[in-house]
């Protein structure tokens, strides 16, 4: 039993490059979110997945798309990546209540 | 959306003695608050949790107390070990399905 599980760990970009990140959950659990963490300000959520087939946005949405791509695989891509986007990312999955959190993955775009 | 402000940014306290980190939330209707802890460089782990219909829980050494009239929520850890230093987060929800996070409050255990 993995939990939650991210790709990749590090990732370098350089501004205007596009990427996707990889995030499977194998707790059957029906929701998913991203979240970006950025010093000092905590988790701020990106997009969440209520349940296969659904996506809404969060707080901090802009320059970001996500798929559901079934129950356990959610992902998160940026398309034109900016100097602003910077930052940890983790992917989380809901049991009951508990949200379980990937090890994250940490993007640099220069 | 919820805003949940959480105070101190930073706490240093002595092996053995006590921590408290508060947080205030702005939406009367969320009924839902994790506290989370995160070790440098680690993910986010589930420390305690309470619901709305509860005033106080209590897990070992920590403690998390609900007043839902002031809309504040407060972590105590009591009897503080060099293992309990990293950031502590709290949350609240609204409906379960959404998170907001305070800032984090990093805690450093002296010896």
């Known amino acids: 039993n993995a939990g939650v599980t991210q790709t990749p760990k590090f990732q370098v970009l350089k501004t205007g490059q596009s990427m996707t990140l990889q995030c499977a959950q194998d707790?059957?659990?029906?929701?998913m979110y991203w979240y970006r963490q950025d010093p000092g300000m905590g988790l701020r959520l990106i997009y969440y997945s209520a349940s296969e087939g659904t996506t809404d946005k969060g707080e901090v949405p802009n320059g970001y798309n996500v798929s559901r791509l079934n129950k356990r695989e959610f992902s998160l891509r940026l398309e034109s990546a900016a100097p602003s986007q910077t930052s940890v990312y983790f992917c989380?999955?809901?049991?009951?209540?508990?949200?379980?959190f990937g090890p994250g993955t940490r993007l640099t775009v220069t | 959306g919820e805003n949940v402000e959480q105070h101190p940014s930073t706490l240093s306290v002595q092996e053995g003695d006590s921590a408290v980190i508060k947080c205030t939330y702005s939406?009367?209707?969320?009924?839902?608050f994790p506290w989370y802890k995160q070790e440098l460089g680690k993910r986010p782990q589930l420390i305690i949790d309470?619901?709305?219909?509860?005033g106080e829980k209590k897990d070992q050494r920590i403690a998390v107390t609900l007043n839902k009239t002031a809309k504040h929520f407060s972590l105590h850890i009591t009897e503080t070990q060099p293992e309990d230093s990293a950031v502590y987060f709290c949350a609240a929800s609204l409906n379960d399905y959404k998170l907001s996070f305070g800032a984090g409050t990093t805690v450093t255990v002296r010896a």
């Open positions: 309470i619901r709305s219909n509860v």
């Open positions: 939406d009367s209707a969320s009924n839902y």
């Open positions: 989380a999955s809901r049991g009951i209540y508990e949200q379980y």
């Open positions: 707790m059957n659990h029906n929701s």
